[in-house]
């Protein structure tokens, strides 16, 4: 029996070894993402183009000899989940950086934790400026919300809309900041906010905001949402018989709203980070990819910084040559004219992305490009 | 002016709703003496049966509008009759907490249930337009055909049900057991037929409440139920628990004071607060509801 | 007509009546007697079928009606007038008198009836369109037992029917009780802690304590025994 045991003993001793030796060739890169819940339709987005550009990178190799392992929690689109899932992902599985979140005060509860923890996050699409001063762990890989706000405010004097309202959700981060630098930009531009309405998160009902804001009679409305009630509101203001132009930021871009909000949601505009329409030959290659590998769906602005996040991520720690955190958050911060799918990302002192903005419409129940506006 | 009265429309529309959920509410109240939390899921099940239908029904059509909303209003009854005979009939004569901390148990289970991806999942999916959709102006006033469902619907329901507390056998029983249980057993009322036909009743007025909601906020998921249930129970309790005009009462001043302070630039972020405020005054100066009756507890 | 057997009842933990038996027959007036908290009400409910029992047997001419609901046991024709009354405060005297006609369908005995019970209580004659709840104490205890006659009881079961009113009209209403009894044939299980009265117009009494028949006897002999009349009737 005792001569017996030896050998009885030795092959869960080499499954172990075998399998140390398998995490050891993986670099863990962890995501946060609302694959479920009311902002499902982002989360989904980024995650598909998250994923394939880890696939993509692993395809070629990987970086610095090792395959990226892609570890996603979801957060049900709910408030103090995504704090949850980010220390999960930092002490159960050890990842090297942390990808996500789409909404700013999602972002804002995975930010601390990642600093904290001193291991670099990476939004791919909050807006709002706070986020990355949580810290100098702390990068996004797109436009800020001053700037979104400032290219819908000269939009709207381009256009010669005199007398705007503002519809914001006092309960969003991002809502609010997009509302704030617009009213600068466009007050100062010449313009007047002839009626400033509030609403919550929850509300489904808009119609004494916006019965409020018909009575003041504006040339448009300036509504910095998320798509769902972007697009309750659209239809509740066309029901009210209010015909102007409504427009906002990236929280439109989901064809969520054009489901919600049908007719409603003909002909108003909003600015986001990237055209699936644009001709670039890395853009278009990128369309072809994700639609093979996803159905045929067509790629949105979520899904191209998500699909960026993760390329911006390997190609600092392919300059850093390591996966160590503090050499790859230097690294990070050293990115220059890094040529993404949502155009050239270069990261500023603030560790923000400095890019152009694209202004979308809706036209016959399809997005349409109308113009490009550069920083 | 024309303002004004365009957020007394918008106001009666939402208010219409409140009403339709808190008649549930006040009539459960009224004959068990304890607020049935889950009701608000079955005013969410209620718009996602209709939501399901959608998929198989022709849009924009008023006899597809009419199956959806009878089919909600079905489905809904049968969920609330059974809710009452598997958890609250076993539970009946135990302490009224015991109750209520089940209900809100019943409450978390249908939320947690349609959250699962293999019932509807946790994503808001789109409503269809199941009704024609037709605007109406008057005089620089507008009102949605999905408005005006809501208004006349719900009316027609609550004299309904007015008919039927008054004017019918079951009407009369369920007054009986409102008043006094053991009275109208001991004259021979069947106290749980009654019990199960006011679940039915008033789970199918929460059902209808779900589809004309939906209709007018065409976002479903399952966690809708959770604010208006809310808004609705203020309702009923704002117009006195138990009465049934009350309830209607209730629910209309509270949507018109709710759509009046959204319509303020000073209030609008405030406005659930001024409607629990109202609330507060109201219970302060009539502790029973506006058209509650004070009433003794039962030796 | 009514056989109690060993019927036992208890709330949660407490034992209200602890192996209770008695026999009521057909066409008499009985009583059962007992100091407070004795356990009469709950004997009543627990026949009436609003109390569960825990063990024992109900039979109600012949047939078990131990586990019926109440509705079912008043359909049988047997009828109980609650302790305190129970009138729909908010009803009408009318209303009430309906209320009480529950189960009969024919509209011509509904009316017949009432009739009836207006001449054997002509004071609620007069309140018809009154709000039971403005009645007096003794006005709304005669509507508590002529909506019991609505129903066209075989059996009567009065919980207290003295609890609260005046001399004068406690004998009022017991000449009724015994005019309903005699003149229509309806068995009576009168409960009371009025000893002295209840003995008077029954003819066999029990004695509940602490929830157990301690004696029973005919109401004469009852009456003129001497353990009962130190406990019961005042010496
Ligand atoms: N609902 C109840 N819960 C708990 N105990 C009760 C209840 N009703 C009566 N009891 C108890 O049961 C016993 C018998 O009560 P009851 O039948 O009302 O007496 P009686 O009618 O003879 O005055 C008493 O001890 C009383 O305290
Ligand atoms: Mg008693």
Redesign the interface.
């Known amino acids: 029996m005792r001569i017996l045991r030896r050998p009885h003993s030795l092959p869960p001793f080499f499954l172990l070894l075998a399998l140390g030796a398998f995490a050891q060739d993986t670099i863990k890169v962890g995501e946060v993402a609302s694959l479920t819940g009311k902002e499902a339709s982002f989360g989904q987005s980024s995650h598909k183009g998250t994923l394939l550009a880890i696939e993509h990178l692993n395809t070629a190799g990987g970086v610095l000899g090792k395959k990226f392992d892609l570890v996603t929690e979801d957060n049900q689109s709910k408030a103090g989940e995504s704090a949850t899932a980010a220390r999960k992902l930092l002490s159960r599985d050890k990842v090297v950086a942390l990808l996500g979140e789409v909404a700013s005060s999602r972002s804002l509860e995975i930010a601390p934790v990642a600093q904290a923890a001193k291991i670099p996050m990476i939004s791919p699409a909050s807006t709002n400026s706070t986020v990355t001063e949580t810290g100098s762990y702390i990068f996004r890989v797109c436009f800020i919300d001053p700037f979104q706000g400032t290219v819908m405010a000269k939009f709207a004097l381009k256009r010669g809309w005199k007398k705007v309202a503002t519809l914001i959700s006092v309960s969003s981060a991002y809502s609010v900041g997009l509302g704030k630098y617009f009213k600068e930009t466009y007050t100062t531009g010449g313009g007047a906010l002839a009626a400033e309405r509030t609403y919550v998160e929850s509300d489904k009902d808009f119609k004494a905001q916006l019965t409020a804001i018909k009575a003041a009679g504006v040339d448009a409305i300036f509504v910095p949402g998320y798509y769902n009630e972007c697009a309750l509101i659209s239809k509740q203001a066309r029901e009210l018989g209010l015909t102007v132009p409504l427009f906002g930021g990236d929280g439109w871009e989901s064809t969520a709203l054009l489901e919600i909000g049908g007719t409603a949601v003909e002909g108003v505009f909003f600015s986001t980070h990237y055209s699936s329409e644009d001709a670039a030959p890395a853009v278009q290659a990128f369309v072809q990819a994700f639609k093979t590998r996803w159905n045929g769906e067509t790629p949105d602005a979520m899904a191209a910084l998500g699909y960026d996040s993760a390329l911006v991520l390997a190609d600092a720690m392919k300059r850093a040559g390591t996966a160590d955190a503090v050499k790859l958050r230097d690294a990070l911060a050293a990115t220059k004219d890094f040529p993404g799918v949502t155009g050239k990302t270069s990261i500023d002192a603030q560790r923000n992305a400095t890019k152009a903005a694209a202004i979308f419409t809706v036209k016959n129940g399809k997005f349409a490009f109308v113009e490009s506006i550069a920083p | 002016m024309t303002e004004f009265l365009q957020q007394l429309v918008n106001g009666l529309a939402l208010g219409a709703i409140y009403a339709l959920i808190a008649l549930g509410y006040t009539m459960v109240y009224g004959i068990l003496r304890f607020i049935n939390f889950a009701h608000s899921e079955v005013f969410m099940v209620g718009a996602l049966i209709a939501w399901k239908l959608g998929q198989y029904l022709p849009h924009s059509t008023l006899w597809g509008g009419l199956v959806a909303l009878v089919a909600a209003m079905t489905g809904c009854a049968v969920l609330g009759v059974t809710i009452e005979r598997l958890v609250y009939r076993p539970l009946r004569g135990t302490a009224t907490l015991n109750v209520l901390i089940t209900a809100i148990g019943v409450s978390l289970l249908l939320q947690s249930v349609l959250q699962h991806p293999a019932v509807f999942g946790a994503t808001p999916q789109p409503f269809p337009e199941l009704f024609p959709v037709i605007n109406f102006t008057l005089g620089g006033l507008t009102a949605s055909s999905s408005q005006l469902v809501v208004i006349v619907v719900a009316a027609l329901l609550i004299v309904v049900l007015q008919l039927v507390a008054f004017r019918t056998r079951m009407g009369r029983a369920m007054r009986a057991i409102a008043l006094n249980p053991a009275a109208a057993q001991l004259v021979g009322v069947n106290i749980n037929v009654v019990i199960s036909f006011t679940f039915a009743l008033g789970s199918a007025l929460a059902g209808a409440g779900g589809v004309l909601y939906a209709l007018n906020y065409p976002s479903v998921e399952p966690l809708m139920g959770v604010m208006p249930g809310l808004k609705a129970f203020v309702a009923a309790v704002l117009g006195g628990i138990g009465s049934i005009p009350g309830a209607a009462l209730g629910g209309l001043i509270l949507g018109t004071v709710e759509t009046l302070a959204g319509g303020s630039a000073a209030l609008s972020t405030y406005k659930d607060a001024i409607a629990f405020a109202v609330l507060i005054i109201i219970l302060l100066c009539r502790p029973a509801g506006l058209l509650g009756r004070p009433v003794a507890e039962k030796v | 007509m009514l056989t109690v057997t060993n019927l036992s009842v208890a709330y949660g933990a407490i034992n209200a009546l602890d192996g209770v038996s008695f026999v009521v027959p057909a066409g008499g007036i009985v009583t059962l007697i007992g100091g407070n908290g004795a356990g009469k009400t709950t004997s009543l409910r627990a026949i ?3 109390l569960r029992s825990r063990g024992g047997t109900i039979t109600f001419e012949g047939q078990d009606i131990t586990r019926l ?3 079912e046991i ?2 049988r024709g047997l ?2 007038v ?1 302790e ?1 009354r ?6 009408t005297v009318a209303e009430n008198l309906s ?2 006609a ?2 009969v369908r024919d509209r011509a005995v509904i009316a017949q009836r009432q009739v009836h019970v207006l001449k054997l209580f002509p004071r609620l004659a007069e309140r018809l369109r009154q709000t039971a709840g403005t009645l007096s104490g003794g006005e709304q205890q005669m509507l508590a037992v002529g ?2 006659l609505m ?1 066209g009881p075989k059996f009567l079961m009065l919980d207290e029917p003295s609890l609260g009113l005046a001399p004068r009209l406690v004998g009022e209403l017991f000449e009724k009780i015994t005019t309903i009894n005699r003149t229509e044939g309806v068995t009576v299980l009168l409960v009371e802690q009025n000893a002295r009265l209840a003995l008077a117009v029954s003819s066999y009494a029990h004695v509940l304590e602490c929830g157990r028949i301690v004696m029973s006897g005919p109401s004469t002999e009852l009456a003129s025994d001497p353990r009962l009349k130190a406990a019961y009737l005042g010496g």
């Open positions: 009436s079928g609003l609901p109440p509705h008043v359909a009828s109980h609650p305190g129970m009138v729909f405060a908010n009803l209320m009480g529950w189960l909506r019991a129903g």
